[in-house]
Every structure is written in C-alpha cells, then in structure tokens.
C-alpha cells in the first residue's frame, strides 16, 4: 500500500464538544505511545479548549502503554506520597475497595506547588451502575463571577493541604480507607500557598484555583474562610459549568488540571471500581500580577 493510500484510509479524527463549557469527546484515534505529532497536536489543542476530552474503546491500552502514550503531552510524576502501582512507573491506582474514592470537588495534588498540569485517567474496572465522575470548568467559573467578586477572588491567597479531616469529611468511610488516608496519603505534610485565582500558563486564560485541599484562605478566620471558599465553590460547579461522564472499561479521559475541578460520584456502594492514573508535571502557579505560589510552613 503506497503512503498516500495509508493516509487517505487513516481514520478521521472528530473533536465533538459535549456540553455548553466544558468537555469534548474524540474519535478516530488509537491512544498508543507512538501516535504520530500531527495527532497529538490536535489533542494538545483539544485539551486547551474544552478542558476534558473523552475517549472511548481504549481497551487496548496497558498501565505501560498508557504511561507511554502520557510521555507524548508531558513528564510523568509520581504521587508524592503514595506509593506506585507495583510494576509501574507512575501509576497511581485508585481501588474503591482500598478507600479510593475521590468523592469531594478537587484538583489533583494542588498541595504541592508545582501541582500536574495534566491527568490521564483509565478506566480498568466499572461497576454496573453509578461510578460516573464529574468536571467543572475553573476559567469559565472566573469568567461568570460578577465583576466585584472577580476583583475581591485577584486579591486572595489560599493553603493547600493533604492534611484535612478525611474522617469527619466522610463519616461513612470504611477504617481501613481511614487508616490508609492518615499512614500513607498524609504521611508526609505538604502545604502550598496559592493565589485565588491563577493565569493559565498556556492559554493566559484566569482560572479559580480552589478544592477540597484548600485549608483556609490567608488571613481569615476558619469561618470567613469557609463562608468565602463555599462562594466561589458554587460557581465552580453549578451544573450549567460542568460535565458528567459515564464510564465504560478502556475509557481514557484527559483534563487541564490548571482549569478544572472534578468529583468521582461515590453512588456504587460496595461495587468494585477501579482507575489508572497518570499525572504530568506541572509549573508554579502565577496570578495576575505575577506573584508566585510559595511552600508554606
Ligand atoms: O475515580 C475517578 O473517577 C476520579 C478519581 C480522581 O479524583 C483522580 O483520578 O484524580
Ligand atoms: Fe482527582
């Protein structure tokens, strides 16, 4: 078969937005470790507009084949306190039999200050019903405050931390996922302090960097915080600002971890659900002005 032929019978690629704000799904292409640039382009491109892109029928992907295709957007990295998948390099798995149930709106990792850019997340096992996650689009967030709250979200600084009350949090949670939480994922206290709001590295876009790792905001008390955070929460994921998807095994899903917060609904009892995830090394978060996230301590 000559080259030409090859192109001409390669599938069409399709990037079909789903909602008003937020998320895409594609077609028409294998994620492997040696898709070809032009293609990754065109991921690259979809990811910085719609946020959250959707892939079906991935099932032909392993834990090294996913980590391979992960090198082709960024730099993996590892989990900074949980361990790695066995036999990976940067694995994280999420077991909901061993408490892994993302079941509060977050960003991935914003405790640290370099936190993932990206994440690349793999549906291994579903259960028949429920299980579905859910993103919310942080710039649009931003883009929907009034102008008063826009100038108030410029001038406030937030801790992150991984160090919160997971018990009180979620007073259904097995000991063991109570357990796990305080000897493994806290472990190690990280604490970063970041701005409100965050100018997106790549699109210049502002974003609202809040979530459930956020402890306080600086220089209020415990109750202005909580008031403040639960404000801007409401925008962040008011439904017309979101979208939900419904998992199928081999379904791969990439989002802006600079522009999203996401919610793993926590509906399938004792069902058995089980993810990978790759995280790509992200950059210090800047806001408006050019100020810096900084370590707290
Ligand atoms: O289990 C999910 O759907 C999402 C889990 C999560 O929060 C993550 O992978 O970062
Ligand atoms: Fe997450």
Redesign the pocket.
């Known amino acids: 078969m000559s080259i030409l032929n090859e192109k001409e019978n390669k599938t069409k690629v399709e990037v079909k937005q789903v909602s008003g704000r937020i998320g895409a799904v594609v077609t028409g292409i294998k994620l492997t470790g040696s898709l070809d640039e032009e293609t990754t382009k065109i991921v690259e491109n979809a990811l910085l507009k719609h946020k959250v892109l959707f892939f079906r029928n991935q099932t032909h992907l392993t834990d090294s084949e996913q980590e391979a295709f992960a090198r082709l957007l960024g730099e993996p990295i590892s989990h900074p306190t949980v361990p790695v998948k066995e036999g990976t390099k940067h694995i994280?798995e999420?077991d909901?039999d061993k408490g892994?149930?993302?079941d509060a709106w977050?960003t991935?990792?914003t405790f640290t200050i370099d936190y993932p850019k990206i994440?690349i997340?793999r549906?291994v096992k579903v259960p028949e019903f429920g299980?579905?996650?859910v993103w919310a689009n942080t710039v649009e967030a931003y883009e929907h405050l009034p102008e008063s709250l826009k100038t108030l979200a410029q001038q406030l600084w937030a801790v992150h931390s991984n160090d919160f009350d997971y018990a009180a949090r979620r007073p259904t949670a097995k000991k063991e996922a109570v357990e796990r939480y305080k000897n493994v994922f806290a472990s190690k206290v990280i604490e970063t302090e970041h701005p409100v709001v965050r100018t997106h590295p790549e699109t210049g876009e502002q974003t609202l960097l809040l979530g459930s790792f956020v402890k306080r905001i600086s220089g209020l008390s415990s109750s202005a915080s909580a008031h403040l955070i639960a404000l801007f929460q409401e925008y962040i994921t008011k439904l017309e600002n979101t979208v939900r998807?419904q998992?199928q095994e081999g379904d791969v899903?990439i989002w802006d971890?600079r522009a999203t917060q996401?919610?793993?609904?926590n509906d399938y009892e004792g069902a058995h659900?089980v993810?990978s995830?790759v995280?790509l090394k992200g950059s210090i978060p800047y806001n408006i002005v050019g100020e810096e996230s900084k370590p707290y301590s």
């Open positions: 994280l999420l909901s892994g149930r993302a977050h991935d990792v994440t997340l549906s299980g579905d996650t998807w998992w899903v971890n996401h919610y793993a609904i659900r993810m995830r995280t």
